[in-house]
């Protein structure tokens, strides 16, 4: 059994031409997270249920604790790179 984190082995399946697996993980987690914070805007606190804050909650841990989080914004900063570097080229 594979003891590596669970969003570390979804980083390698995605970067081992497994992208469909990994690219569903990633949209799902995407959802879950818009989810969360649209939630979040939208609905005051004092009208959640506990079922609904705790959800809530469970799932914003998963995503942080499962490096998701992370995983997307390094994903977003090497995008925002290799836009730059793109444009350098051009001038």
Same mark, same amino acid.
């Given at each position: ?6 969003? @570390?082995?979804?980083? &390698? ?5 497994? *992208?469909? $697996?990994?690219? +569903? ?16 805007? @939208?609905?005051?606190? &004092? ?5 609904? *804050?705790? $959800?809530?909650? +469970? ?33």
């Amino acid at each position: 059994m594979n003891k590596k984190p669970f969003w @570390d082995r979804m980083v &390698e399946a995605y970067y081992e031409n497994e *992208r469909t $697996s990994a690219e +569903e993980l990633d949209k799902v987690c995407l959802l879950m997270a818009r989810i969360c914070v649209h939630s979040d805007e @939208d609905m005051p606190s &004092e009208y959640r249920t506990r079922h609904f *804050r705790d $959800s809530l909650n +469970e799932a914003v841990d998963y995503l942080e604790k499962s490096g998701w989080y992370d995983f997307q914004r390094n994903k977003l900063n090497k995008n925002k790179q290799e836009s730059k570097n793109d444009n350098t080229k051009t001038d």
